[in-house]
């Protein structure tokens, strides 16, 4: 199946309210333009040179979405016109953010990575570490960034009421925070969760974002 042929069924299996971010790392801007041209316009990169270069090559109406490992020395080169950052994990990060996004007058729109896999090596916090900073009350300091949501990924296992616990814990937290804090900030209202292998999942869990890549254009070339 082609690039656009992918995206027009998994289109047609999103749930209403369920965007598809289009992760596009590793590929280059010819698939990404098979993509564009049938009509998807979220992209998802996980690298921050391939994500600049790749933003300078292709149509300014894309919007481009952060979904990999921050470091805070990079983060100016994306801060001018990221859409969203997906994996804010660390307060540090949010606060760096912040501090870069000040300099260009943008308000740049987050998601809070939470740690939701059994697997030791995905980054992000834990719940009840997000819970406790939470009710400190100290996001509301940040001027220049826009708390959007949660970003999760479950464990990479063909344990299918695993994966289905983890979405539900990330969905239950989700819900939590918006009654204790966000309760009046409508733009807390993204939950990103699910890839190629567990996005049907994640959907029925209560997914608003889902981040697809091998499903569109195949296994990725390291
Ligand atoms: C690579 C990546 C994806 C896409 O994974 P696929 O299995 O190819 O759909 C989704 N989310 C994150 C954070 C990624 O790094």
Redesign the pocket.
């Known amino acids: 199946m082609s690039v656009a042929e992918n995206i027009t069924f998994i289109k047609s299996h999103l749930k209403q309210g369920v965007q598809l971010v289009c992760?596009s790392?590793f590929h280059p801007v010819e698939a990404l333009q098979q993509a564009y041209d049938a009509g998807q316009r979220i992209f998802?990169e996980?690298k921050v040179q391939e994500l600049c270069e790749k933003q300078e090559s292709l149509p300014t109406d894309i919007q481009w979405h952060f979904?990999?490992h921050l470091q805070t020395n990079k983060i100016k080169y994306i801060i001018p016109f990221v859409s969203l950052i997906?994996?804010v994990d660390s307060v540090k990060l949010l606060t760096e953010i912040d501090k870069e996004a000040a300099k260009t007058g943008r308000k740049v729109n987050c998601l809070l990575q939470v740690h939701i896999a059994a697997e030791e090596t995905k980054f992000g916090f834990s719940p009840s570490e997000l819970m406790d900073w939470i009710s400190l009350g100290d996001f509301e300091q940040y001027e220049h960034v826009n708390i959007c949501g949660l970003m999760g990924?479950a464990s990479n296992t063909n344990d299918e009421d695993q994966v289905r616990c983890e979405f539900k814990e990330l969905k239950q937290l989700f819900d939590k925070l918006k009654t204790a804090a966000f309760a009046s900030n409508e733009s807390f209202s993204e939950i990103s969760m699910g890839?190629?292998?567990d996005y049907e999942i994640a959907m029925q869990e209560g997914s608003t974002l889902v981040?697809?890549?091998?499903?569109i254009f195949g296994p990725?070339l390291y």
Do not use: D, E, L, P
């Open positions: 992760v790392k998802g996980s979904i990999g997906h994996g990924m890839m190629s292998g981040r697809i890549g091998s499903a990725r």
